[in-house]
């Protein structure tokens, strides 16, 4: 199945009930699968008139206990910031799909991993972060929205997948997860208060101080994130001297580059952040200590080159090689830059 | 009115080499529309086919000066630049008279634009909004939208075993623009350039902002041969599934009125959209939407005092 399709369905096998989505290309798919396949599974489908309400209809659901959704591509993200902040300043839970395609403005449908500032960096307005994901496969695709669901409600954040054009329309064959039956409890949840006290669930403090309180509470809550939630993959590491350094799909192709370049006798390697925030800084900096050289390649023009920089500093020799503007790298393009460094 | 001698004496400011699809009505109503009018104009159009099919950079269809914004976008871009043209008239640093006309199908129109437009109406600026309206989100494939009719089948309201199409009625949109008591609003449709091209040409004599929605055949998304676009833009007309009236200053006028109202499965079986309907288990769903055409058109006669 296609990328739209497979996180589709693993969202559902998350339990989760609730998508509000609106078209664009070229995650409109997604949208489609879900008309059914949430009717289907018993859910609520709702295609709104705009972005901004699909992700207000998320946050609605999510602070009445629901497991809820919405995807959509990089334009159609940029509308739903606001929602995304609320999500974040409210700390509810909600899992958002970024099909991401090449801009800045109306760009192209055509697929880029332009989105990474905005993805890792909060997003919208305010002092916050959201656990973001780049999968670089339809099966990583599908396992990773289907774990976004769970670290949502027990963080209470938004969670970010990260993906683009390709795998949105790109078509694997998938391994399914089982139905999620048991969902956790939500007490915090506007669901009526008789018999209770009234829970609350606002982002708006107004007392001198009582912000600051709260974004330092949110601030240990993204620490214990970042102590928790990293994930990343190593291809090659033991007797490499030169690493690429790639996420989604561009570490596919740096995949390909590594296994020419193998068979020239090159001893290159791959790191390969799934977390992209969280974001490996440590198990890069280990790294560093042995290879020698770095070269990030993205589709966009160096950001999560921002990020290696951090983690690698002066440790070792750190370059940049993009294609923005859905640019796709092929694997001689990339080995051809290694062989200039 | 201009005769048709005088319209193909007229320069084409939409011309020919744009890749909208073979018998799309987007592009005959564009080009009507820009016959129309009698002084320059500046085009905004908002994402959609219409956007998309005659602006493959570096190619352009458009003979005018053209902008585009995204799909929520066209009623705020045409204020902005309507909005520095009085300036400048006001300034004495132009004298032109320029028309602005923004064109904008269903989908940012009816839905995600409609908060813009209802802005740009109730400011009062001097443009005409076209609403190109093919009943769906033709450019992204398909997908449903607040002008959908009730129980046609689209990607996302696909007709199945359990529910037959959308299941909701279209919104009225130029009864809403009325309520802005926006000086000319007015409906149309591809199949009637006489009746269209007048309206635009009062639309844009109106000292003030200026709505038409314009019914728009889309042969992909409706399920119909290319060659019987106008034809079933006239069959619209004529079945009064899609009445053609104008408001001016808060007065309905009927600009159309059959001769023989015609039934609406005669509409209805044109398009593949609406195949669905005709299985004997949906019968009493075609009774609801003849019922409702019925409605509307009495309720339209009666606004135009022509009972």
Known sequence: MSGNEAAGEAAIRAGCRYYFGYPITPQNQFTEYMSWRMREAGGTFIQSESEIAAINMVFGASAAGARVMTSSSSPGISLKQEGISYLAGCELPAVIVNMNRAGPGLGDVTPSQSDYFQATRGGGHGDYRTITFGPSSIQELFDLTYLAFDLADKYRNPVLILADGILAQVMEAVKFKKTKKRLPKKPWALTGCKGRKPNFIKSLFLTPGVLETHNW?????????EEREVRYETYYSEDSKFFLVAYGSCARIAKGAVIEGR????????????????????????????????????MNLGQMFDDVKIAIGDKAKISFYGRPGGGIPTPKEILKEVKKR | MANLKELSERKELLVGGHRLCPGCAAGIIARQVLLAAKEPVVVVTSTGCLEVATTIFPYSAWKVPWFH?????????????????????????????????????????????????SGAVERGHRFLYICYNNQAYMNTGIQRSSATPKGASTTTAPAGTVIPGKIQFRKDLTRIMVAHQIPYAATATAGKWNDLITKVEKALATDGPSFMDILSSCRLGWGHPPEQTLTIGRLAADTCFWPL????????????????????????KTQARFKHLFKPENKGLIDTIQNYVDEQWQKLLKLCGEE
């Open chain 1, 217 to 225: 509470k949110l601030a240990a809550k993204y620490q214990k994130i």
């Open chain 1, 263 to 298: 068979k020239e006798g090159m001893r290159l390697g791959l790191f390969r952040p799934i977390s992209l925030w969280p974001f490996p800084y440590k198990a890069l900096a280990k790294l560093a200590e042995r290879g020698k050289k770095f070269l990030v390649v993205e």
């Open chain 2, 245 to 268: 009236y104008e408001v001016v200053a808060g007065e309905y006028h009927l600009t159309y009125k059959p001769k023989k109202k015609r039934p609406v499965t005669e509409w209805l």
């Open chain 2, 69 to 117: 914004n995204a799909f929520e976008n066209a009623a705020s871009t045409i204020s902005g630049i309507e909005a520095a043209y009085r300036s400048l008239k006001r300034k004495g640093k132009i004298d032109k008279e320029i028309r602005f006309i923004a064109f904008g199908g269903d989908g940012g129109t009816y839905d995600i634009g409609l908060q813009a437009l």
